[in-house]
């Protein structure tokens, strides 16, 4: 296979995890299609990160370019990169994991013969490191695209996806800087995107990982505690997007939406009727909003 053009940037940011980047750099050089870009933006790092990406560049075997920016957070290192970025797909690898030998030719192929201005992108499987299975135990359904919400919400799909944007896409839909915190859902700019693309499904695995003790999924009490604006944000957006399931459905996940909305706005200290469109919703649920954050986002 041979494209004349440079077409995807697989995007790593980081923070203090040097030792991790060699597994990942690894799978890179054994991809079957070479032609990529790798953007890492490191978010204010204290270890080695330089040292070890200056390391790999001055093996010459891929495209690196190496950022540094202050700490500000995964999603502010992510805007970073999609500012940053010169082709025309956006792949987020994070540095603990890595990719699968024919990732990228998977991923080239797919877009090549698919790509569409109605697309933003790729939805693809993530694995299992041991076992090379899917994580969640599930395939995802035989349909050509949809998007993220309704494959989880509609379909019922319970595993991890690797996910690959389209860079202008992106670049419309940056992921907001929140005064004093550092964290906002992925899930979060996902949605909102979806409100306007579907995604091209390739029922393949491409991505390889495991949760590391300090990693987000693992630290999920910890990460809502500490980010209530954002996760507020979050929850707004849920019940935004409930509009898009069955009747039953929709006021369910609307309800839970706007208890959990009222709860991070309490614990952030920001107005509930802000950019609410809910008022009579969030009125009525405003007593169970206060339990929940009485009872879920308390301190220990």
Request: hydrophobic letters at 35%.
């Amino acid at each position: 296979m041979s494209y004349q053009k440079t077409t995807i940037t697989v995007f790593t940011p980081t923070y203090n995890r040097a030792d991790l980047l060699y597994n990942l750099y690894s799978s890179l050089k054994l991809q079957t299609y070479k032609n990529f870009d790798w953007l890492i933006v490191d978010d204010g790092s204290t270890d080695k990160t330089r040292d070890v990406v200056e390391s790999f560049k001055k093996e010459n075997i891929l495209n690196i370019t190496y950022i540094k920016t202050k700490n500000k957070g995964k999603m502010q290192a992510i805007n970073t990169g999609v500012n940053n970025c010169k082709t025309d797909l956006f792949f987020i690898v994070d540095s603990d994991d890595y990719i699968t030998e024919s990732a990228i030719e998977k991923l080239i192929t797919s877009w090549t013969q698919e790509k569409s201005e109605n697309l933003s992108g790729i939805i693809a499987m993530r694995g299992n490191v041991k076992t090379y299975t899917p994580i969640g135990g599930t395939m995802l359904p035989e349909i050509k695209t949809e998007t993220l919400y309704n494959l989880y919400n509609k379909y019922s799909y319970k595993g991890d996806l690797a996910v690959v944007y389209r860079t202008d896409v992106l670049k419309k839909f940056p992921f907001p800087y929140i005064e004093g915190e550092k964290f906002i859902s992925e899930a979060y700019i996902w949605m909102k995107i979806d409100e306007h693309y579907k995604m091209l499904i390739l029922r393949d695995i491409i991505y390889l990982c495991e949760y590391l003790d300090d990693g987000y999924t693992t630290n999920a009490k910890k990460l809502m505690l500490n980010n209530p604006k954002g996760y507020r944000l979050y929850y707004l957006q849920h019940a935004r997007m409930s509009q898009y399931l069955s009747r039953g459905l929709k006021i369910k996940r609307k309800i839970i939406s706007i208890i959990k909305y009222i709860g991070f706005s309490i614990k952030a200290k920001e107005p509930i009727f802000r950019n609410n469109p809910y008022k009579i919703l969030t009125i009525c649920l405003y007593p169970i909003g206060i339990a929940y954050r009485s009872i879920k986002l308390h301190e220990r």
